[in-house]
């Protein structure tokens, strides 16, 4: 069973900064690719930014600019970095693992929302 532990969200003003992390049960070198969704209410989930093995990063438009992925892997872990946050940033934002055949795996999501 893999576990993904989020961490790091909670209000900010717009124009602000957060800064996500994602902890796995295992290597992240187990899984195709690490990555962050996000949903917001009344939206369908979104993916926001991944990384895969090799390192490659693809970031959705609306994070282009403004945030940044990256990855600790001695400690397991993947980070978002979020600046310039606006308001339609406020979401519930999900770690998520692909582990290919053996599917996708889930954190529990972690709150963030954008508000003066």
């Known amino acids: 069973q893999v576990q993904l532990a989020e961490s790091g969200g909670g209000l900010v003003r717009p124009g602000g900064s957060l800064r996500l992390s994602c902890v796995a049960s295992r290597s992240i070198f187990a899984f195709n690719a690490m990555g962050w969704y996000r949903q917001a209410p009344g939206k369908e989930r979104e993916l926001v930014a991944s990384i895969t093995t090799g390192g490659i990063v693809n970031l959705a438009d609306s994070a282009t600019g403004r945030f940044t992925n990256s990855r600790d892997t001695a400690k397991d872990t993947v980070i978002l970095q979020m600046n310039s946050l606006k308001p339609e940033d406020t979401a519930v934002y999900f770690c998520?693992?692909?582990?290919?055949?053996?599917?996708?795996?889930w954190g529990q999501g972690t709150q963030v929302p954008v508000s003066s």
């Open positions: 998520n693992a692909d582990g290919g055949y053996l599917g996708h795996y």
